[in-house]
């Protein structure tokens, strides 16, 4: 079974099963919306926390599933698909990769347009061990993730000033901003048992 988001906009794709795309427009930001984009993205993060609680009892759902068929539910998988969209929408907006306020849903026609696009592949079976002990397989991958995180927070706060002052982004941090966002896509797909395939130390 193959899930997929809308097909990739633009940026590197890889032979990972989960991918982040960009739509690569102007660098140009809107200061005010910049500047108050941590409180105006707070409506769209009440709903992806909502969304996220029934993600974290899908992926329970799933867990048991695949320990017992290993396979991934279609329903349950979609639905998760359907979340990770959300959630990469709404992340890209808080990162300043656009000005364009993120959809509702992972569903909705504005999220099949978005300038950041989640995409996942399944292979139709799932690894009845490697999902069990997933807990502790995840452990590398999220070290690496959170060293990510600490220096895209960094060049997060970078960012903002750099577009309150110039209205522009820089080119080098939103690459890596958008290689930080690929790398936690691809990590929480591998948590979520969505994937089997390890992901890479890679940004790319």
């Given at each position: 079974?193959?899930?997929?988001?809308?097909?990739?906009?633009?940026?590197?794709?890889?032979?990972?099963?989960?991918?982040?795309?960009?739509?690569?427009g102007?660098?140009?930001?809107?200061?005010?919306t910049?500047?108050?984009?941590?409180?105006?993205?707070?409506?769209?993060?009440?709903?992806?926390i909502?969304?996220?609680?029934?993600?974290?009892?899908t992926?329970?759902?799933?867990?048991?599933?695949?320990?017992?068929?290993?396979?991934?539910?279609?329903?349950?998988?979609?639905?998760?698909?359907?979340?990770?969209?959300?959630?990469?929408?709404?992340?890209?907006?808080?990162?300043?990769?656009?000005?364009?306020?993120?959809?509702?849903?992972?569903?909705?026609?504005?999220?099949?347009?978005?300038?950041?696009?989640?995409?996942?592949?399944?292979?139709?079976?799932?690894?009845?061990?490697?999902?069990?002990?997933?807990?502790?397989?995840?452990?590398?991958?999220?070290i690496?993730?959170?060293?990510?995180?600490?220096?895209?927070?960094?060049?997060?706060?970078?960012?903002?000033?750099?577009?309150?002052?110039?209205?522009?982004?820089?080119?080098?941090?939103?690459?890596?901003?958008?290689?930080?966002?690929?790398?936690?896509?691809?990590?929480?797909?591998?948590?979520?048992?969505?994937?089997?395939?390890?992901?890479?130390?890679?940004?790319?």
């Amino acid at each position: 079974m193959a899930v997929a988001g809308a097909p990739p906009v633009g940026g590197p794709t890889g032979a990972y099963p989960a991918d982040v795309t960009y739509a690569q427009g102007p660098l140009e930001r809107s200061r005010l919306t910049v500047f108050f984009r941590f409180i105006l993205v707070i409506p769209n993060q009440i709903m992806l926390i909502l969304w996220g609680i029934a993600f974290e009892l899908t992926s329970l759902l799933a867990w048991f599933a695949i320990i017992f068929t290993g396979k991934y539910p279609d329903g349950l998988y979609s639905f998760g698909v359907s979340y990770m969209r959300m959630a990469t929408d709404s992340f890209a907006y808080i990162h300043f990769m656009t000005d364009e306020y993120p959809p509702w849903s992972g569903n909705d026609t504005k999220a099949a347009t978005y300038p950041a696009q989640y995409s996942v592949v399944y292979s139709g079976r799932s690894s009845r061990l490697s999902v069990f002990f997933r807990f502790l397989l995840i452990i590398p991958a999220a070290i690496f993730g959170y060293l990510v995180y600490i220096a895209a927070a960094i060049c997060l706060v970078l960012a903002w000033f750099a577009i309150i002052i110039t209205g522009r982004y820089p080119q080098g941090l939103l690459s890596f901003l958008q290689g930080a966002l690929r790398c936690y896509m691809r990590i929480a797909t591998y948590a979520a048992y969505m994937t089997d395939q390890y992901p890479p130390f890679s940004l790319s």
